[in-house]
C-alpha cells in the first residue's frame, strides 16, 4: 500500500509539471482578455507559430521557400548557415512583436468597440490564417527543437528522467518501489515557467507600463482619459502574449516535437480558464496546475488494480476528457472560476 | 485666479459644435462655449442635455463611443484640437474626469494617482512633487494610498479622480458632475478645493453640473445647455440672480409659473429638479 502510495505522489508531480504547462497557454489568454476583453482563439497557434520559426531560423531556412521553389522553378530550402539557439531566440521575439504589432494594426483598430463575439470570431480566423501562413513560410514538416548553446555550456534541453530524484528517492517504499520517475524535461519547464511568471509579475506591479496595463485592464474608458493609448498596450500585451506562447511552444514541442497538433493545446486551456476564471493570472497558474494534477491522479485511481477490486471495474485514458468534466462541475457551481476577480461593490 | 482686466485669454473655444452618435443620433446642435485662461466655466443642465457630450467632444474621447464631430470647431490656446487622440491633448495640458467615478477598481490609491502622470516626461522628482501636491489638496487619500481603491468611498474616489487627473499637471480640467451621488457636505468639500486649486494652483476647469446651485456659487461663467444647445450664457454672479435661472435651474419663484422657452421643457426641467 505504501508502492501504491508513492505512486500516486509520483503521479501527482508528473501532473503538477504538465499542469504548469496548462498554466503557461492559459496566461496568454488570460493577459488579452484582460487588457483587450478578446478571447484570443489563437494562442495555441501563436505557441506553434513561435516554436516553427525558431526552429526554422536556427536551421537558417529561407522563408517561403516553398512559394519560391514554385515560382522560380528553383530547388532552395537553406540559407546554409545556422544559427545559435540564443540568438534564435532573440529574431524570433522580434517576429512575435511584429506579429502582435500587425493583429492590432490590421484587425484590433478595426473592431475596437465590437462586441465579444466579433472579436472572438475574428481571432477564429486569424488562427486558421496563421496556421496556414506558417506552413506557407516555414513548411509543414515534423520539426525538432535543439536548444544547445554551447557559449553557455548547455547542452540542450535535458531529456529522460532525473536520476538523481530517482535514486534520491527510491528508498522511501519497499524493493517493489524504484524511486519518483520525473523527467527532466518537465522540470526545466516549471522552472522556466516560474521564472516567467515571476517576471511578469515582477513587470505588471512595479513598472509604469504594467500599471498601464493594469489600469487597462479596469477601465479602457478612465485609461485612455489619462492619455494611456489602448493601441499601444494592445501591441505591448500581444507581444507578451506572443513571448508566453514561444516559451510553452518550444516545451510542448521539445516533448512532441513541433507539429500541427501542438495548436490543440489551446483545448487544454479551456478548462483551465473555467476552473481559474478568465481575468485571474493567480487563476490561470493554480488552474493549470490543479487540471494536471487531477487527471494524472484521477487517471492513477480509476486505472489501478484495487480500484478494480473494490468497484469492480476499471477506466482507461480519462486524462482526454477529466479537464473537461472537471471544468463543467466548475461551471455549474461557481461560473466564476476559483479566483475569478473579486467583483467590487461600490459604497 | 482669473484675470478681470482686459487681456484675458480665452484657453478653449468650442465653436457651434454638432456632435452625431453611430452616425445617425444627433445630440449636439450647435453648442459654443469658452473657457478662460485660470477660469471656472460650468456647464449646466438636466440629465441628458448634452453635458458629457460637449466635454467628450473636447478631450477626445468621443470617438470611442462612436461619437463624431460633424460640425463647427474646437480650439485650445488658439488651435485646432478636434483631432488629436487624448493623449496627446493630456500632454497639452487638457485633461478629462469622467462623470461616475471611474477609478482603476483594483489598483491602489497611490498607484491610480501615478498613472495620471502616465505621459509626463519631467522626471521621477517632478512627479513626486505633484504627488505630494495631491495629498496635500485631499488629505483623506493620504490615509487610504496603500488600499484598493474600489474599497474607498464615494467621496474618495472622486478625489482620487481629481487627483489623477492633477498628476498629469494639467493647465485645463474638464470636471463631469463631481457631485453626482454624493452628500451636500461632501459636494461643498470637493467644490471648495477645486476653487483652492483654481486660485492657488492657477488651474482652468470646465465643470459639467446638474447642481446648478453649487456650481455656479463656485464658477466665474455659466453655460446653459437644454436639448443639445446653450439656451443662456453669462456671468454666474449675473445667472444666478437671472429670474428664469432662479425658477427652473436654483428652485425658487417669486412670480408664479413662467415659460422660459416652453411649456414642454418646463415640465421636462421640473422633473429633473424634484
Ligand atoms: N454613446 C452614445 N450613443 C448614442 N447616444 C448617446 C450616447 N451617449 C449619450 N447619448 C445620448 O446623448 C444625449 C446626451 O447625453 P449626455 O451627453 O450624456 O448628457 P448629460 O451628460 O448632460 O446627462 C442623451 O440623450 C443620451 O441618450
Ligand atoms: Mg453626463
Redesign the pocket.
Known sequence: MLDQFLYGIEAAMNGLMTGIMYSLVALGFVLIFKASGVFNYAQGVMALFGAMTLVSIQKGQIPFYHLINATFGTDIKYFGWEVPALLAILLTVCVMILFAWLVERLLLKFLINQDPVILFMATIGLAYFMEGFGDLMWGSDLKVIDMAMPALGIPGLPQGGSLFIENATSGLGTDRFFGFFIDKLDITAAIIATMLVVVLTVFSQYSKTGRALRAVADDHQAAMSVGISLRTIWVIVWSIAGVVALVAGIMWGAKSGVQFSLSLITLKALPVLMLGGFTSIPGAIIGGMIIGVGEKVFEFIVSSSWFGDAMGFTMNATENWFAYVLALIFLVFRPQGLFGEKIIERV | MLDTGDNTEVLLDVNNIEVI??SV?L?LKGVSLTLDKGGITALL?G???????TLKAISNLLRA???DVTKGSITYRGKPIDRLDPATLVKSGVIQVM?GRHVFEHLTVDENLMTGAYTRRDGKAAIKQSLDLVYNYFPRLKDRRKSLAGYTSGGEQQMVAIGRALMSNPETVLLDEPSMGLAPQLVEEIFGIVKNLNEVEGVSFLI?EQNTNVALRFAHKGFI?ESGRVVMEGPADELRENPDVKEFYLGMSDKGRKSFRDVRSYRRRKRWLS
Open positions: 452618435y453611430s443620433i445630440v443642465g440629465n441628458g442635455a448634452g453635458k458629457t457630450t463611443e462612436r461619437g462623470e459639467a445647455l
